[in-house]
């Protein structure tokens, strides 16, 4: 059997010719294989990265594949705002009239340095968390009636709870908690969407987050602090290692299998529903993030919740 994303997550049958997806941060690791996996299937991928050389080389690949998926490649730092809307504006035209059907928020990593984006928000925070937000609420009207909005998180959230005033901050900085920080984010993010989306926007549209494992493999690990990072290169000479590939499947199954199509607002791991954190599902927690991330970058608050919601 091919160890290929889809074939892992057992919808390796399946054709998305016609489909369109934006696969955020896949130039590499786990969004490289997300966005080879779709175009195997026959989508047209939108391939982001910051790095023209890599993207090229996603998009030639998905070119030369022997069946119809094809892709393109737009470039976009997700630490600058502007740029974010440059790829929502480059996606739009992409599209057209037919929408996006699927969007992977994707984009992330661990950063050690402590440091503050033009906004004056903490880097790891906005790349891993404000960026994906405000690139999904560029895009809101431009999903298709049944898009799905896949989202990775981790489960490096658990643990920890996000202190929103420490989003504007770096004293006292510890990457490992900012990285925590934000894929707390990350989750809670994808379940106030899946939940504003059913209320209020009467589309089919889901979200969801996942956790795709921990993937020496990827490269990503190699930025731990010390210790973690020299029990993530031991990780990776063990056979039940993660894989980018294995990493990638459970996207791919929430993209693309029936199972899922009615899920929302959910945590999966393994190609299977999972509980998050406790403050992953705190409701009120959720919405002061949702609002708060509004504020941070300046903009109206996509889909307020109802006027009667109560928290």
Same mark, same amino acid.
């Given at each position: 059997?091919?160890?290929?994303?889809?074939? *892992?997550?057992?919808?390796?049958?399946?054709?998305?010719?016609?489909?369109?997806?934006?696969?955020?941060?896949?130039?590499?690791?786990?969004?490289?294989?997300?966005?080879?996996?779709?175009?195997?299937?026959?989508?047209?991928?939108?391939?982001?990265?910051?790095?023209?050389?890599?993207?090229?080389?996603?998009?030639?690949? *998905?070119?030369?594949? $022997?069946?119809?998926?094809?892709?393109?490649?737009?470039?976009?730092?997700?630490?600058?705002?502007?740029?974010?809307?440059?790829?929502?504006?480059?996606?739009?035209?992409?599209?057209?009239?037919?929408?996006?059907?699927?969007?992977?928020?994707?984009?992330?990593?661990?950063?050690?340095?402590?440091?503050?984006?033009?906004?004056?928000?903490?880097?790891?925070?906005?790349?891993?968390?404000?960026?994906?937000?405000?690139?999904?609420?560029?895009?809101?009207?431009?999903?298709?009636?049944?898009?799905?909005? *896949?989202?990775?998180?981790?489960?490096?959230?658990?643990?920890?709870?996000?202190?929103?005033?420490?989003?504007?901050?770096?004293?006292?900085?510890?990457?490992?908690?900012?990285?925590?920080?934000?894929?707390?984010?990350?989750?809670?993010?994808?379940?106030?969407?899946?939940?504003?989306?059913?209320?209020?926007?009467?589309?089919?549209?889901?979200?969801?987050?996942?956790?795709?494992?921990?993937?020496?493999?990827?490269?990503?690990?190699?930025?731990?602090?010390?210790?973690?990072?020299? $029990?993530?290169?031991?990780?990776?000479?063990?056979?039940?290692?993660?894989?980018?590939?294995?990493?990638?499947?459970?996207?791919?199954?929430?993209?693309?299998?029936?199972?899922?199509?009615?899920?929302?607002?959910?945590?999966?791991?393994?190609?299977?529903?999972?509980?998050?954190?406790?403050?992953?599902?705190?409701?009120?927690?959720?919405?002061?993030?949702?609002?708060?991330?509004?504020?941070?970058?300046? $903009?109206?608050?996509?889909?307020?919740?109802?006027?009667?919601?109560? *928290?």
């Amino acid at each position: 059997m091919r160890n290929y994303p889809e074939d *892992i997550a057992g919808v390796g049958d399946e054709r998305l010719v016609g489909k369109t997806a934006l696969v955020t941060g896949s130039t590499s690791g786990i969004g490289r294989e997300i966005a080879l996996s779709l175009g195997r299937l026959g989508a047209h991928v939108i391939v982001h990265g910051r790095d023209d050389d890599a993207g090229g080389g996603v998009v030639d690949r *998905i070119d030369a594949g $022997v069946n119809e998926g094809t892709a393109e490649f737009v470039a976009a730092d997700f630490a600058e705002p502007e740029e974010v809307s440059a790829l929502a504006d480059a996606t739009r035209r992409a599209v057209g009239d037919d929408g996006l059907d699927l969007l992977f928020n994707n984009a992330g990593g661990y950063f050690r340095e402590a440091r503050l984006t033009d906004l004056g928000v903490e880097y790891t925070f906005h790349v891993n968390h404000l960026a994906p937000y405000q690139l999904t609420a560029e895009l809101l009207d431009d999903l298709a009636d049944d898009a799905r909005v *896949i989202t990775t998180s981790s489960e490096a959230h658990r643990g920890d709870r996000i202190d929103l005033d420490a989003v504007e901050s770096v004293e006292e900085f510890s990457s490992w908690r900012a990285y925590q920080r934000s894929k707390l984010a990350n989750a809670q993010f994808a379940a106030e969407l899946g939940r504003r989306l059913r209320e209020r926007d009467g589309r089919e549209i889901t979200s969801n987050s996942f956790h795709p494992g921990a993937i020496p493999g990827s490269g990503f690990l190699r930025d731990l602090p010390g210790p973690l990072s020299r $029990v993530a290169r031991a990780l990776g000479r063990l056979p039940f290692a993660t894989t980018p590939a294995e990493g990638a499947a459970t996207a791919v199954y929430l993209a693309v299998a029936d199972e899922p199509a009615d899920a929302t607002g959910r945590y999966f791991a393994d190609r299977r529903e999972k509980k998050p954190s406790t403050e992953a599902q705190d409701p009120r927690a959720q919405r002061r993030l949702w609002e708060t991330s509004a504020d941070l970058l300046g $903009v109206d608050e996509p889909l307020p919740a109802p006027a009667t919601d109560e *928290i």
